[in-house]
């Protein structure tokens, strides 16, 4: 009897760590399944669209690197080729903030391959982690089944193939989801620092601020005393992360403010939104990225029917309201960033599964045009 309880007692360690790995690889089976299953696809469709059609809409292309990765450097994603090249050398790059090319010129270093390959790279291991923290974050308020609708929503959205692509949205995707999370598990320090790389990627993500303030408010009851809590201080962090890049610009250029200046007069159109739209002022692709806007759009005001939902609301309805006043041009893609108006989409499709297929499928081809055309490099930015 002692020898099996021995027994029993030794090899109980093992169950244990063997369980844990079994919940673990079910828990990352289907984000990570998901991430390589449309990466796959979409890399396939660039390579063997260009190799039918090597033309591009207003210059040759130049393979170089990997097969296919290379041809997802694109627009602005030559800014930050730029950047990871030789730095901030010019004021008008300063409109691109640091994460993504300081990031892609380290891999590149270590590992050898070309800055617009490695910044692909590193644009795709970012939309990797935002899978794997969206579909826990849509579990934790969810459950299984709506989580995966929503997550499939999501990727197949038709200008979210921007975050597999040479842009900072993927990373946006990760530090914002990563920072509500964190604080809707209470750890408001920890959802600050993430919160701050975020700023540093785009400074978009300080939107989703308003949602950690108002997840921590309601923790303690939302009365008068909830706003003199230490841990609100924390919110302070992201402001602080951000603006060391202001005070690189200052030491650089002399103006911390280079980057809003050079927005503002080397862009045009920099700060138009519906309204410019609907005067006729932008052709066909800008009213197709405002067609394409209203999805997450509706999908952000759906988040305040629900209670459990409305740290989601109070980042994406005020970020959706910032998209439409001054983001029209890149209307699509930023649209693409609002990944809470994923999760009410996600919830009411999971309760109509007979219109589960063809809406997701609808989406992705409609993507796969969408990727055609920028690899060819027509304007679709």
């Known amino acids: 009897m002692s020898t099996e309880v021995l027994v029993s007692e030794e090899t109980r360690p093992s169950f244990t760590w063997k369980s844990r790995l079994r919940v673990l690889a079910a828990e990352l089976s289907f984000p990570v399944g998901l991430f390589f299953f449309s990466r796959l696809a979409l890399f396939l469709l660039a390579r063997v669209s260009l190799l039918f059609d090597p033309r591009l809409h207003r210059a040759p292309f ?32 300063t409109n691109f903030f640091p994460f993504l090319p300081l990031t892609a010129k380290f891999v590149s270093d270590v590992t050898g391959v070309g800055i617009p390959v490695s910044l692909v790279l590193v644009a795709n291991v970012g939309g990797l982690l935002s899978l794997l923290v969206l579909y826990r974050l849509f579990r ?23 975050q597999s692509a040479g842009y900072p949205e993927s990373w946006m995707v990760f530090f914002t989801a990563l920072a509500v ?9 920890w959802a600050a620092v ?53 005070v690189f610009l200052w030491r650089k250029f002399g103006d911390p403010q280079v980057w809003w200046k050079v927005r503002g007069s080397g862009w045009a159109g920099a700060w138009d ?22 999805i997450p759009g509706v999908g952000a005001l759906l988040l305040a029917r629900h209670r459990r939902w409305w740290t989601l609301a109070a980042f994406a309805i005020p970020l959706m309201l910032v998209l439409w006043s001054v983001g029209l041009v890149g209307l699509g893609r930023y649209s693409a960033s609002v990944w ?22 609808g989406m992705a081809l409609f993507q796969g045009m969408l990727v055609f055309l920028f690899v060819h490099a027509y304007p679709i930015n």
Request: hydrophobic share 50%.
């Open 62 to 93: 130049k393979q170089e690197g990997l097969a296919g990765l290379d041809a997802f450097c694109k627009w602005d994603c030559g800014w930050y080729a730029e950047i990871a090249r030789q730095g901030y050398e010019r004021p008008e790059a």
């Open 140 to 162: 934790l308020l969810e459950g299984e089944e709506v989580a995966r609708v929503s997550l499939l929503l999501f990727t197949a959205y038709p200008f979210v193939y921007f």
């Open 181 to 189: 999370l964190l604080g809707l598990r209470g750890h408001p320090w």
């Open 194 to 246: 993430a919160l701050g790389f975020g700023g540093l990627a785009r400074h978009l993500s300080l939107v989703a601020g308003l949602g950690l303030l108002f997840q921590q408010l309601r923790s303690r009851g939302g009365g008068v005393r909830a706003w003199f809590h230490r841990d609100l201080l924390a919110l302070a962090l992201p402001l602080v992360m951000t603006s060391l890049y202001f």
């Open 273 to 294: 939104g519906l309204w410019s739209w609907w005067s006729g002022k932008w052709g066909p692709e800008v009213s197709l990225f405002v067609v394409a806007s209203f």
């Open 340 to 361: 809470p108006a994923f999760l009410p989409l996600g919830a009411w499709l999971s309760r109509h599964p007979a219109l589960r297929g063809p809406v997701v499928l």
